[in-house]
């Protein structure tokens, strides 16, 4: 769909592409960019197997593979479709081995030089890889995934708690990270810090990314947006200001909206409130905001990581709910 300017993205898992007659109507009548949900993750990339079986030459470089990602690969390319590249570093969905000593899960872990070799390694052939084979293809890195969290963090925010990147490279990992992205991205693609929350430590984040931001290491920032109905729309626009005003490029990056049974009622109250993210980020956008993409994260209530709390457009069945016919109208003016 074109939008706005704005990209309109879904994630899709694996399932969906070997099902793809069943889908192809909804998903391309509606979306123009795909988000892997997690088949570009680290534990999806991350080859242990081949990695343990090349020590000590794959020390501080250990294997990948890109087998995951061939079915979003080859259907973007054939209906023209972006695709956003989630995620390289992430406390979750990254296999214990990959910080260890001898690459098993029990292993000692190593150090932050070792493992910052590792980082770079690993981001220098996930970029190359895409640059090398499919220049055209993806639009957006999450570069970084949630790694501020109040409640989970040290005294600046930045997650400790079950946090490997953090035991062994220390609080900087995140801009880590951006640097080597930054180094090996060769201007290709939109370079982001992606975080769930955002509307309630917009300034946490804004503090914690300030020298990355000023040495020109990132690009923009990714507002994940899992909300529920009748959370504090205030907050959220008032977070997007405060991130666009600190410069950043702006993306909605997993947008789902739950509730609690389904009712006539809740999914009128569903439809209100997708209607009001679109008449706001339409209006931010008009006055100059640099909102570039919005995705759903998902397809269907039936697909959703959320299924219980029915937080998407399409119900199980892929017919559109109420929420689509106020989202779509209001976000892209038709
Ligand atoms: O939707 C994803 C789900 O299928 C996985 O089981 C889950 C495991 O961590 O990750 C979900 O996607 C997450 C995304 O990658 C980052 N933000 C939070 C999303 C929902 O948990």
Redesign the pocket.
């Known amino acids: 769909m074109k939008c706005n300017s704005l990209y309109i993205g879904t994630?899709v898992?694996n399932r969906v592409f070997s099902e793809w007659g069943k889908y192809s109507d909804v998903v391309t009548k509606s979306f123009n960019c795909f988000t892997p949900?997690?088949e570009m993750?680290p534990d999806a990339l991350l080859d242990g197997e081949g990695s343990r079986a090349a020590l000590p030459e794959s020390y501080t470089h250990a294997k990948i593979r890109f087998l995951s990602c061939e079915p979003i690969i080859k259907t973007a390319i054939s209906t023209g479709a972006k695709v956003r590249l989630?995620?390289l570093v992430?406390h979750?969905?990254t296999p214990d081995w990959f910080f260890t000593e001898d690459y098993t899960d029990g292993g000692a872990l190593v150090g932050r030089d070792v493992m910052l070799c590792r980082m770079e390694s690993y981001i220098h052939d996930v970029l190359s890889y895409f640059i090398d084979n499919y220049p055209d293809l993806i639009y957006a890195v999450d570069v970084v995934?949630?790694a501020f969290d109040r409640d989970a963090g040290d005294d600046s925010g930045v997650r400790r708690k079950n946090n490997k990147w953090y035991a062994t490279v220390g609080d900087d990992y995140y801009y880590q990270a951006l640097r080597f992205a930054k180094k090996y991205s060769d201007g290709k693609f939109g370079l982001f810090y992606?975080d769930?929350a955002c509307m309630y430590k917009p300034d946490m984040i804004l503090s914690n990314l300030k020298n990355a931001r000023d040495e020109g290491l990132i690009d923009g920032i990714g507002m994940?947006s899992?909300l529920t109905v009748g959370e504090n729309l205030g907050l959220y626009f008032d977070a997007m200001k405060k991130f666009a005003d600190a410069g950043y490029e702006l993306q909605v990056t997993?947008l789902d909206i739950g509730i609690k049974e389904k009712s006539k009622e809740n999914l009128r109250l569903q439809a209100e409130y997708y209607g009001k993210i679109a008449d706001g980020i339409a209006s931010l956008k008009a006055s100059g905001t640099n909102i570039t993409a919005l995705t759903v994260?998902?397809i269907s209530d039936a697909l959703s990581?959320r299924h219980g709390e029915y937080p998407l457009l399409f119900d199980e069945n892929l017919l559109p709910k109420p929420a689509y016919f106020e989202f779509f109208p209001k976000l892209c003016g038709i």
């Open positions: 994630a898992p949900e997690n993750k989630h995620t992430w979750s969905q995934n949630e992606n769930y994940q899992h997993e994260w998902g990581w």
